[in-house]
């Protein structure tokens, strides 16, 4: 059974960083590739970021996804944070590892992030 559980959410002043963490189980990690989506309130889920199996970082903006294969986990590090980046994060994986556009096959249940202004 796969499980994907995100960790590192909470609510911080704009303009500060974050981690976010995504453990993977159930899963033969390497040959999937990750995902990060969010959902702002009143929004529909959007993809920012994905990673391949055996991908080292990906950086989009303020945001960086990364993973350690060694640990099945994924991350994706908020920088320079702003309110509107207000939103439920949630992990996802795909299978096969190469492709990383959308639709994924798992999704975590959610982290929140809240930026106060």
């Known amino acids: 059974q796969v499980q994907l559980v995100e960790s590192g959410g909470g609510l911080v002043q704009a303009g500060t960083s974050m981690i976010l963490s995504c453990a993977a189980s159930?899963?033969?990690?390497?040959?999937?590739?990750m995902g990060w989506f969010r959902q702002a309130p009143g929004k529909e889920r959007e993809f920012v970021l994905g990673?391949?199996?055996n991908g080292g970082s990906t950086m989009k903006g303020r945001f960086t996804i990364s993973r350690d294969n060694a640990k099945d986990t994924v991350y994706l590090q908020l920088n320079s944070l702003k309110p509107e980046d207000t939103a439920i994060y949630y992990c996802?994986?795909?299978?096969?590892?190469?492709?990383?556009?959308?639709?994924?096959?798992?999704w975590g249940q959610g982290a929140q992030v809240t930026v106060s202004s």
């Open positions: 159930g899963l033969a990690f390497r040959s999937y590739a």
């Open positions: 990673i391949s199996g």
């Open positions: 996802a994986a795909k299978v096969g590892g190469t492709n990383t556009a959308p639709p994924y096959n798992y």
